[in-house]
């Protein structure tokens, strides 16, 4: 539930953007190097002026983090962006709690990869295809999961059976569950992960499935079925997780711990 699937990937895109900038910086310095005598000359002069440098590379990773941010349909507050940036560059501690950060962080990369799915579906026939075939597929299995006896809908695309009931406790706001658990596709059939003993830290799983998790106590074992568009959507969590895929967990909670990182 947490390794692969019901957590989306922490680190946008943006990153590798702003990394791949500041290298071809370096390397157009490189390689201006190796022109001439007076371009060796030249390159030396430019890469010892701290001043043009540093504006160099900052303005070419923020003119890079906006065209990115255009292009995948988000927009952000410059100010913030800058503020953000120079946070970072001095090694501050960040203005928000560092959970609150990663969650946005998150929040931002599935948005992106939303939009970008949403794109292909649009463009591509193959792609649309099969969303199309996954999405009837996954409705038809949610429709059978919520047949089964003891079946009780949870919110709306979210069906579980309880099959054992705990008595041990739920978790803080400082603790993650422990958990045994495996993850299904194709209604429940297809078993894409399993986990012994894994930590399941509520901050970094989809919000559907913490609001789940969050009804738990240690010894509960649940079977939870997510609708498509309860867990990944169009956009899917390749390689494991095409488009508009619903997800089956069954899970059974052994345990709480401390939660890892700074608050």
Known sequence: MVHRSLSPNPTPMLHHHARHLVASVALAGIAGCTSSQSARNDALVSADDATRFAYGVGYSVGEDVREGLAADGVSADSALLCRGFSDAIQQKSPAMPKRELDRVLRAVHRAMLDNASQRRFDEDPQFRQLANANAAISAKAIDAFAAQPGATT???????????????????????????????????????????????????????????????????????????????GLGGDAPAIGPNEALFIDITITGTATRQGTP
């Open 154 to 232: 949870v919110e709306e695309g979210v069906v579980q059976i309880v099959l054992a009931t705990g008595s041990g406790p739920k978790t803080n706001a400082d603790e993650a569950f422990v958990a045994d658990w495996s993850m299904a596709i194709a209604g429940g059939t297809q078993v894409i992960d399993t986990r012994t003993g894994a930590i399941i830290d509520p901050d970094k799983i989809l919000p559907v499935a913490a609001r789940v998790l969050s009804t738990m106590r240690v010894g509960d074992h649940r079977r939870i079925a997510f609708a498509a568009n309860k867990a990944f």
